[in-house]
């Protein structure tokens, strides 16, 4: 089943240089296709919309200046079962829980800097989709 997801390259990601690491991984994928991709510093009002049912959780406010804090690498990944698979490649939210081969089990150590967004239901990617990239047919 082919799928379309959206991915954050988070701004720790960047400034670690880690964004070809990282790509690399997804690339590798059989039948995955990158098909967008762009250095952005996000801004404050995509963040809310992006993080909204997030807002009123104690972490919010600090994923949000976080996320403000330098450029990310936003992308639309293409391919087979890609939703649940890049969500696969990265691994659980926390990096110490995430085990060792995953993105976040390789890098992380910090919950909150955990290197990679990647869109969680088919519902969520098509909502986050149009958010980052709304002109991408
Ligand atoms: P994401 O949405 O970024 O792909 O990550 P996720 O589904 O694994 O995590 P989610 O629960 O949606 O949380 C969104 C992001 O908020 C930060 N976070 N910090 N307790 C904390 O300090 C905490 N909990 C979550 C992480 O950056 C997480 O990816
Ligand atoms: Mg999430």
Same mark, same amino acid.
């Given at each position: 089943?082919s799928?379309r997801?959206?991915?954050l390259?988070?701004?720790?990601? *960047?400034?670690?240089?880690? $964004?070809?690491e990282i790509?690399?991984r997804i690339?590798?994928?059989? @039948?995955?296709?990158i098909? #967008? ?6 801004d404050?009002?995509t963040l809310e919309t992006?993080?909204?049912?997030h807002?009123?959780r104690?972490?919010?406010e600090?994923l949000?200046?976080?996320m403000l ?5 936003a992308?639309? *990944?293409?391919g087979?079962? $890609?939703i649940?698979?890049?969500?696969a490649?990265?691994?659980p939210t @926390?990096?110490?829980a995430? #085990?060792?081969?995953?993105?976040r089990?390789?890098y992380?150590?910090i919950v909150?800097?955990n290197l990679?967004?990647?869109?969680d239901s088919e519902e969520s990617a ?5 958010i ?6």
């Amino acid at each position: 089943m082919s799928q379309r997801t959206l991915v954050l390259l988070k701004p720790d990601a *960047v400034r670690r240089g880690l $964004v070809g690491e990282i790509i690399g991984r997804i690339e590798a994928k059989a @039948d995955w296709k990158i098909t #967008a991709l762009e250095l952005r510093t996000l801004d404050k009002a995509t963040l809310e919309t992006h993080y909204a049912e997030h807002q009123g959780r104690p972490f919010y406010e600090p994923l949000v200046e976080f996320m403000l804090s330098g450029p990310s690498v936003a992308l639309v *990944v293409e391919g087979e079962r $890609v939703i649940e698979g890049v969500r696969a490649l990265a691994g659980p939210t @926390d990096p110490i829980a995430a #085990a060792p081969g995953s993105i976040r089990g390789d890098y992380g150590t910090i919950v909150r800097e955990n290197l990679i967004h990647a869109s969680d239901s088919e519902e969520s990617a098509a909502r986050e989709l149009k958010i980052f990239f709304p002109d991408f047919a």
